[in-house]
């Protein structure tokens, strides 16, 4: 299928990115280094994940959500919005080593998610009353149920309308089929592969392999993964990491 090949090829440019980033990341010139402006991110830069050297990790840890607010605006900025990424309540250090990689991956497609499907253009947002930037908010925790992370944006929300076009417009579903589809039904068609409310393909959008990359890497990590929209308000992803009581969990900082 078309959209196995895309994901093919994105494992492939992400490894070799991989490659370079973890040179990059542990080379003296990158080490002190800030963002700027002119500074290229992609989101292969933020998958940088050695799990054998912490202080590897310590860098990435360090840089991170600089990358992540400069992806997501480097995203916005290709379909004229504005946005800004809060990662005050993002808290990398807490996060157990064995799904440090995992949550980071999870981060980058929700994230883009956000600023291509959630945020609207600065046009639409003034209509509503809204600020003409959108906020994407990162943060994470941990209670008695075990660590937890999020993504939340003050965007479009869903609109389950458009998830019922769609599947009759791929002629997935009968009209009458499509009717009967609950709210819980229409949201898993989101995390199936090939499935996207997207017009236009690019290379955001349109291919429907995001947030089923996000439910295959959340089910490899044995997490579980929590939505919550109201339409035209906003969109939040949740997602809780068990942590068993009795076995500590090596944390991704040392």
């Known amino acids: 299928k078309l959209t196995h090949i895309h994901s093919q090829l994105d ?12 040179q990059g990341a542990i080379g003296e010139s990158r080490t002190s280094s ?3 402006n002119n500074d290229e991110v992609n989101s292969s830069q933020l998958r940088v994940v050695d799990a054998e050297s912490h202080a590897g990790i310590n860098q990435q840890v ?5 990358l992540i607010s400069k992806l997501a605006a480097d995203i916005a900025h290709q379909y004229d919005k504005k946005v800004w990424v809060d990662t005050k309540q993002l808290n990398l250090h807490n996060i ?6 995992a949550i980071k991956d999870v981060l980058i497609q ?11 253009n600065p046009d639409a ?16 925790g941990e209670d008695e149920r075990g660590l937890f992370v999020g993504v939340h944006d003050d965007g479009r929300g869903i609109h389950l309308k ?14 009458s089929e499509v009717k009967n589809l609950s709210q819980k039904q229409l949201l898993k068609y989101l995390f199936e592969q090939g499935f996207s409310t997207a017009d236009t393909v690019d290379m955001n959008a349109g291919r429907g392999i995001g947030l089923d990359l996000v439910k ?26 068990p942590i068993a009581k009795n076995e500590p969990s090596k944390r991704a900082i040392a």
Do not use: C, M
């Not at 494992?11 to 973890?22: D, E, M, N, Q, V």
């Open 125 to 140: 947002r003034a209509a509503k009353g809204k600020r003409v930037t959108g906020r994407i908010t990162i943060y994470s």
């Open 34 to 36: 800030t963002l700027t």
């Open 62 to 66: 360090a840089q991170w959500p600089k």
């Open 110 to 120: 929700l994230v883009r998610n956000a600023a291509v499907h959630g945020i609207e």
């Open 216 to 241: 295959s890497n959340i089910d490899a990590a044995g997490a579980k993964l929590g939505l919550n929209f109201k339409q035209d308000s906003f969109t939040e992803f949740k997602i809780r990491f």
């Open 11 to 22: 494992s492939l440019r992400s490894a070799i990115y991989t490659l370079k980033g973890i």
């Open 162 to 175: 458009e998830i019922r076009e769609k599947l009759i417009k791929n002629q997935a579903l009968s009209v």
């Open 96 to 101: 157990p080593l064995e799904n440090f990689a």
